[in-house]
C-alpha cells in the first residue's frame, strides 16, 4: 500500500520527490540547474540526480542536460499519491491518499481504514475493484487502469439522520468534476447516478458507520467511468453507461480528474459543515433529471407514481399525487416516465 500523507493544506511535511514535482511544475518545462534543485530540497547534486531517476522510474518523463539541470516533460496518468497530492490545496479532503493497485472494493478498504482511526479527509483509490459495489448487492465493473474508484472518509460531527445529504454534495462535486475537466454537461439522478445524454456515467454509494446520535463515519463511494471503451461494457447493465472518453471522443487525464474531484468535494463539504444542506440542495436541484418529472419509484416490492416536486432535508424525494401533500420516498430506483 502506498500513502503520503500531505495535504496542500494541512501542512503536513511534504515527502521530498512531491516538493520536487511542485518546484518542476512552478518552472512550468522550463530547465532547472541540479543546483537550484538541491538548494531548494536541501540535499546534494548527488541526491537530486537519485530522485530524479526514482520519478523516471515511476513514469515522469524528465530531460536531464548535461552541466546544464532538468526538464520536467510529463507526469504519468498513473493515480498515485505521490501525482494527486502534489499541487492539491485543499482544507480536509485528501489530508491522506491511499493508492492500491487492487481491492476488492476501495468502500471497504475505507471502512477498515476508518476503524483504524484514520482520519477525517482520507482517501483511497485503487485501480481495478475485484468486488466493486453498487447498492442493494449490486455489482458495480472495475476494469483496470481506465477509471476512477474511490472511496472517502468523513466525520461529520451531526446526527446520523442528516447523513444522506452527503450523497447530494459528492453528487453536486462529481458534476462540477466532470463539467470543469471534460465540458461536458451532466445531469443528476435521484438517488446517486450521474448521467451524460441519458447514461450512467458515474456512480455513488454512501455507507455510515454510527450509534442513536453519533455518527462514526461516513464513507462516501465514488465511481466514474473515465476512460472505459464501449467494449468494456457489459451487454446486461440495468442501464445504459457511458464514459468521459466515449462522451467527448478524446480520454480524459485522470489524475486532472482525480484532483479536481478533491478539490470541488472540499469546497462543497466545507460549505455544506458551515452554512447547511441549502445552496447544495438548489444545486443539486438545478442539475437534476427528474425536477418536476412524473416518475415511477420502485423500492423493494413495491413502487410508487407521482410529479417530483423536490428533495427535502433528509434528502428523500418529494413525489405529488392530486392535491394531498407530497409523498416522501427515501430510497429507490426512479424510472422517468
Ligand atoms: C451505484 O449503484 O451506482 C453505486 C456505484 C458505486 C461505485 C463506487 S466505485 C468506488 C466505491 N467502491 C465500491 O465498491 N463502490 C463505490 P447502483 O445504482 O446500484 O448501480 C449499479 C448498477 O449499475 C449495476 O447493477 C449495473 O447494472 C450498473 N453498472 C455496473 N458497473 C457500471 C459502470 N462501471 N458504469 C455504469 N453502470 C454500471
Known sequence: MKETDTCG?????????????????????????????????????????????NLMAQGYQIESLPSRGYRFLSAPDVLTSLELTSGLRTKRIGCLITCVP??????????????????????????TQTGGKGRLGRHWESPPGVN????????????????????????????????????????????????LNGRKVAGLLNEMSAE?????????????????????????LRHPATSLLIEKGVSVSRVDFTRTLLTALDMLYDDYLCNGFGAIRQEWLSRSTVQGRRVRVSFG?????????????????????????????????????
Request: proline share 4%.
Open 212 to 236: 442513536t446520535d453519533t455518527i462514526h463515519c461516513v464513507i462516501l463511494g465514488i465511481g466514474v467511468n473515465i476512460n472505459m471503451g464501449s467494449e468494456q461494457f457489459p451487454q446486461d
Open 148 to 195: 476512477l474508484y474511490c472511496s472517502i472518509i468523513l466525520r461529520p460531527a451531526m446526527q446520523p439522520f442528516r447523513a444522506p445529504q452527503l450523497t447530494f454534495v459528492s453528487a453536486v462535486a462529481v458534476a462540477r468534476a466532470i463539467e470543469q475537466v471534460a465540458q461536458l454537461q451532466p445531469k443528476i439522478k435521484w438517488p446517486n447516478d450521474i448521467l
Open 102 to 127: 487492487e481491492t476488492e472494493s476501495t468502500n471497504l478498504l475505507a471502512f477498515r481504514l476508518a476503524e483504524s482511526s484514520a482520519r477525517e479527509g482520507t482517501v483511497v483509490i485503487a485501480e
Open 9 to 53: 493544506a494541512s501542512g503536513g511535511k511534504q515527502p521530498l520527490e512531491q516538493r520536487m514535482l511542485e518546484l518542476f511544475r512552478d518552472k512550468k518545462g522550463s530547465v532547472i540547474s541540479g543546483e537550484e534543485l538541491g538548494a531548494a530540497l536541501n540535499v546534494s547534486r548527488t541526491a537530486v540526480w537519485k530522485h530524479v531517476k
Open 301 to 337: 416490492k413495491g413502487e410508487t407514481e407521482g410529479i417530483v416536486v423536490g428533495v427535502d432535508d433528509d434528502g428523500a424525494l418529494l413525489l405529488k399525487r392530486g392535491n394531498s401533500a407530497p409523498e416522501r420516498v427515501l430510497a429507490g430506483d426512479v424510472t422517468i416516465m
